[in-house]
């Protein structure tokens, strides 16, 4: 099987952080997002939608064999970062895994769990992380023949829809915890998620 490129949603503007910026906090003495990089890139290859240069986000991934896709219309929301990346990806793509920057509790295996569920000989078209109490989550597979879907969305409701109208081609995927859906979009979230982590 091709490698699945992982397409690294990471242009949104932290508006609820108060000034700071969620994905340029650290974890164990690194941004979120160079570990979301990371991580990412144990899966396959990485095409990171960013912000336009100059922006502190594209220092965070300074040195790491990713490909990086702008957003100069990144204020629309979620879906102008989806847009660009999946046009960035190569035409042989089988499909691509839809990664969100700002999950800090993600890991390398939890996205090999969802990549090993793929079966392209069924007509399942997406696979998806849940939390272990089943609900729908991150990261989340898209098969090729939806990409034209993809392409056409706006807004910020991400890939949610794309993902409901073919909810009957899907296959979930238990992740531990709450790995696929822990986002800390606040100061108070991270304070309290760096004080379970202790």
Known sequence: MNKIP????????????GGAD????????EPLLRRSARIAMTA????????????PRHGALAGLDIEIVEVPD????????????????????????????????LTAQDLSLVLGAIDFSTKNLVWRGTTED?????????????????????????AQSVAQAHKD??????????NARTDLDTPEAWADWRAKRQ
């Open 74 to 105: 990144a204020a629309e929301g979620m879906n102008a970062s989806l847009r660009r990346a999946v046009a960035a990806l190569p035409p042989q793509a089988p499909a691509a895994m839809v990664l969100l920057a700002d999950l800090p509790d």
């Open 6 to 17: 992982i397409l690294l949603l990471a242009a949104g503007q932290s508006r609820r952080m």
């Open 169 to 178: 081609r899907q296959v979930l995927v238990p992740l531990p915890y709450q």
């Open 134 to 158: 089943g609900r729908p989550g991150h990261p989340v597979v898209f098969h090729k023949a939806l990409f034209t879907e993809l392409l056409a969305l706006t807004g910020d409701g991400g």
């Open 22 to 29: 969620k994905l340029m906090q650290e974890i164990d003495g």
């Open 44 to 55: 396959g290859p990485v095409i990171a939608a960013l912000p336009p240069a100059p922006h």
